[in-house]
């Protein structure tokens, strides 16, 4: 991939070129930082965009610093909410929290409404709802609040490095 002029942020941007994938990187001159707002400005349904959302477990056996927390990212689909005490289950964990705006930044390099999910500063623990799986295409954040890219939910995943797990709220 030509990385050269690419609207995606220059570090996703070499992600990319890394992993060797060609995607199309569409930029908006609205902020797509919210799914309703991307979905809007791709003319795709809010289910179809991946949210990747920055937690903090603690008490995480075999994290560097238990009280402190570890960052773990959670890619679910843009209609739906992440549980977070099935979150906390599957890492075992005594608690979990959003994280942020700042370690956000620390941990992926990107600000908050345009974190892909992958090809983040730091090795982050990740997970993905099941749901992405049931979409032919997502489209995710290119490292800004302007662009997105469309990949199919299994490369998302597998390129994220992710576990596969069940944590999206159910409704009552």
Known sequence: MNTAGSPAHPRFAEAL????LDVEVRRFP???????????????????IVKSLV?????????????????????????SRVDV???????GATAVRRADADLVRETTGYAIGGVP?????????????????????MWA????PHTVFPLDPASVIAHAGAKLVDVRERPA
């Open 17 to 20: 070129r890394t992993l060797g």
């Open 30 to 48: 609205d902020a797509t930082r919210t799914a309703a707002q991307a979905a809007d400005a791709i003319g795709c349904d809010v289910a179809e």
């Open 55 to 79: 937690f903090v477990a603690q008490g995480v056996q075999g994290a560097e610093d238990p009280q402190e927390g570890e960052p773990v990212l959670v890619l679910m689909d843009g209609s």
């Open 85 to 91: 005490e099935l979150v906390r289950r599957e890492l």
């Open 117 to 137: 999910p992958f090809g983040h500063r730091t090795a982050t623990r990740v997970l993905a709802d099941r749901g992405l799986l049931d979409h032919a295409v």
């Open 141 to 144: 954040a290119a490292g800004t």
